[in-house]
């Protein structure tokens, strides 16, 4: 069984994206070939700069929630610890 991941993309117009999955390779994938979310749909394309394990689906919603509410310098932080 695989891990959860909790993510963070660089859009291809600078904005971010917060997502999770429990199969990070294939996510990035599918969000660069248009199939990800409808967010990035339009701002390809996508670079992976933060990823963090969580121990399920629930713990990784939670961390996504709170990551997401974060103003973007907050973030930024995150990203450079």
């Known amino acids: 069984m695989k891990n959860w991941q909790v993510y963070i993309l660089r859009c291809g117009d600078g904005t971010l994206y917060t997502g999770i999955t429990n199969d990070l390779e294939q996510r990035l994938k ?30 990784a919603s939670r961390r996504e929630i ?12 995150l990203i450079a610890d």
């Not at 996508?46 to 399920?56: G, P």
């Not at 709170?66 to 932080?77: G, Y």
């Open 30 to 59: 599918a969000h660069n070939e248009k199939r990800g979310a409808r967010y990035t749909r339009s701002r390809l394309p996508v670079t992976l700069i933060y990823q963090e394990e969580a121990d399920s689906r629930s713990q």
């Open 66 to 77: 709170a990551i997401k509410k974060l103003p973007r310098h907050k973030k930024l932080e």
